[in-house]
Each structure stands twice: as C-alpha cells, then as structure tokens.
C-alpha cells in the first residue's frame, strides 16, 4: 500500500510539472507572436516550445476554424450546412500542417536546415496563434456589424490570416538558421514539394484502390467458380 501510494503522489507530482510546463509554454506562445525574433530563437535553443502547447494551439485552430463556420454571421460567411463535412474541414487543416512541415523537414535537409522534424512543428504551431486569438472573437463580433461595417471584419479576418503568414517565415527563418531570402525560397520549394507529395498520395491510393477491386473481382469470381 505505502508503495502504491507513493506512486500516486509521484505520478501526481509529474503531471503537475506537465501542466505546469505546458501552460508556461502556452503563455510563451504569446511573446512570440509580438517578438518573433527573439520568441522563435528562444523556442529552440532554450527549449521554450513543447510538443503538448503546440498540439494545443493545434487544436484551438481547428476549434476556431469550425467556431466561425457555426457562429459567423451569414452577412459575411454564408454556410451551407448540408454540404459542410466536419471531418474534411478538419482534414483542410491538419492534412497541409502535416504534409508542410515533412516537406519543409525533408528539403531543408538537404540545404543545411537547422531545424529537425520536432522544432520545425513548434515552430509553424506556434505561428498559428494569431488565427484563434482573433478569429474567435471575430466570429461573435460579426453578429454586432452591419454589412457596411464589413470592412471592419474583412480587416481582422486578413490579419490574422498575414500575421500567421509573416510567423510562419520569421519562425523558420529562426529555426533553420536561416537569412530571409534563403527562407522565402525555402517555403517556396516547399510548396512544391506538397504538391509533389500530394501527387504522390494520390497515386498510391488509385493503386491501391485498384489491387484491392482486382483482388475483390478475382475472389468473387473463384467463388462463382467453385460454387
């Protein structure tokens, strides 16, 4: 008993300083989207980013993207929720994040990156805070305008989208140690390499898909042959 105690007090102990870190980290991401250079510099070589603040600015993106899709005034986004698929609107978001940060990982690779796999997500995670910082109250805000207050809400909603933009180069800029023009081209080969990616994806499923008719095919017509 005494020891099954002790390992609650320590597993609490842990989780503790789990949550405790996170929330430092998720404080940080706050700095960092006003001090860049300084923020993004600090996220790696001091080790201020953590996966599970990341994760979580991750996850307040989608909450915020799906937010103003049900609570956008239809003035300024009008939703037809019939033909809205939650999971794709999800997919819209995770599927680029994830396939940007493996091409950014694997070409920056090759041209003396100095950002691996891990710092590279933090980094790009970390410069979507804007987006829920200021979409969420948008979407609310929206339901006060009138349609000739519209410039206000397209204002807000293109800021928050350039101001991820803008973290999103400064961030990998820091991370790879990189100069501004080496990053500009960087992103730029990295885009290409999702399409490329993409492409190949897409490949690789048709294949798929058509083995697997095949196989099916020549089963059911073993069966009818048997049988």
Not at 122 to 147: D, R, W
Not at 190 to 198: E, K, Q
Request: hydrophobic share 55%; proline share 2%.
């Amino acid at each position: 008993m005494k020891n099954a105690g002790e390992t609650l007090r320590q597993g609490g102990r842990t989780l503790k300083a789990w949550a405790s870190e996170t929330g430092r980290s998720l404080a940080y991401s706050l700095y960092v989207i006003v001090h860049p250079f300084d923020g993004f510099w600090d996220l790696k070589h001091e080790r201020r980013g953590t996966l599970a603040a990341a994760h979580i600015i991750v996850l307040l993106t989608l909450l915020a993207r799906l937010l103003s899709l049900q609570l956008t005034s239809f003035l300024f986004l009008d939703v037809d929720w019939e033909k809205v698929n939650l999971w794709f609107e999800i997919a819209k978001i995770l599927l680029p994040l994830l396939i940007f940060v493996i091409a950014n990982w694997a070409l920056t690779t090759l041209f003396d990156g100095k950002g691996n796999m891990r710092e590279i997500y933090i980094s790009v995670a970390f410069a979507l805070t804007p987006f829920p910082l200021i979409q969420i109250p948008l979407c609310l805000l929206s339901n006060l305008l009138a349609v000739d207050e519209g410039a206000l809400y397209v204002f807000f909603n293109a800021l928050s989208l350039l101001w991820c933009g803008a973290l999103v180069l400064l961030g990998l800029m820091q991370t790879h140690e990189y100069s501004m023009g080496q990053t500009v081209a960087a992103v730029f080969a990295t885009l290409i390499g999702m399409v490329v990616i993409i492409v190949l994806l897409m490949l690789v499923f048709s294949m798929t898909s058509e083995a697997i008719s095949y196989v099916v095919s020549l089963v059911k017509e073993l069966i009818i042959r048997l049988y």
